[in-house]
């Protein structure tokens, strides 16, 4: 199954929703920040952001692209049936793509056009390399949901076979899981 362009959108922007935080929490002025803190709901205010229209649209899109890719991972269908052989734990390869992400977001400010829509074409760029790779599923949010990639030997439909796999539980050599395969990636769910 390859994944289609729009679900892959919001799986690659889904990715970026922690960053998005961090480019909210930059944008809250220094005035807000001095602000002893507030107690009592009567009292507060909201904070003031520089650029508000930037930042809360960058925050927006990621989260409800966050809230899809949760959706997306729990109801993608298992539509095969496989057997390990031998399994490998692959630690390094996911936190790889954390680099290109963190390295965007250096001197970004959000009230520079020039940085911003600089930014806006690094997206992007990002999101073609990703997607066009068949690595649309390989991003640093599946680590922090506790998500796992894998090097597996498998039987599956009469094949052994070698493949990558993702899964969020444990993979022992003589499990039966099913899965789902997206960009040639086997996403694992264990059988009921």
């Not at 496989?82 to 390094?92: G, H, Q, R, S, Y």
């Not at 894998?150 to 993702?166: F, N, P, Y």
Request: charge should be positive; glycine fraction near 6%; charged fraction near 15%.
């Amino acid at each position: 199954m390859k994944v289609k362009i729009l679900p892959a959108i919001f799986l690659f922007l889904g990715s970026y929703f922690p960053l998005s935080v961090i480019l909210l929490l930059q944008d809250v002025s220094d005035a807000t920040w001095k602000q002893s803190i507030c107690w009592s709901l009567h009292d507060c205010t909201l904070p003031v952001l520089m650029n508000p229209g930037r930042s809360l649209t960058l925050f927006i899109i990621c989260l409800i692209s966050l809230a899809f890719f949760t959706w997306v991972l729990k109801s993608l269908p298992a539509d095969h049936e496989l057997m390990v052989k031998e399994a490998k734990t692959v630690p390094n390869d996911l936190i790889n793509y954390v680099f290109p992400y963190v390295v965007s977001f250096m001197g970004l400010d959000l009230g520079s056009d020039g940085k911003f829509y600089g930014f806006l074409v690094f997206l992007i760029w990002m999101f073609l390399i990703t997607y066009r790779s068949g690595q649309i599923l390989m991003n640093p949010l599946l680590l922090a949901i506790g998500w796992q990639l894998h090097e597996l030997e498998v039987i599956t439909s009469g094949k052994e076979r070698s493949v990558i796999a993702l899964a969020k539980t444990k993979v022992y050599p003589g499990d039966k899981l099913s899965s789902c395969v997206i960009h040639g990636i086997y996403v694992l769910t264990k059988k009921e």
